[in-house]
């Protein structure tokens, strides 16, 4: 499944109102650990058709940036049911990503 971006507009039907769970990866343009990161989500949202992977640009979307407290990028927040069930922050390996699942 492709990558969704997530903006204020697009959340609640992408993200709240989700029949599946959601990764949530948190980056910017400028941040040299998320275009690390980046392409290991890209990867995980090809591989899994039972999840949803979003990305939220911090930059253009400072409205859940604030919601979700992001203090630090990148951050990976799951989402099932529309409550966040688990948070990492920094780059991880796949196998860490897929655990969070």
Partial sequence: MAVIEITKENYEKEVLQSDKPVLLD???????????????????????????????NVDQNEYLAMEFRVMSIPMLVVMKDGAETNRSIGVIPKEEILSLL
Wanted: hydrophobic content about 40%; proline content about 6%.
């Fill in 26 to 56: 948190f980056w910017a343009g400028w941040c040299g650990p998320c275009q690390m990161l980046s392409p290991v989500v890209d990867e995980i949202a090809e591989e899994r058709e039972d999840i949803k992977v979003g990305k939220v």
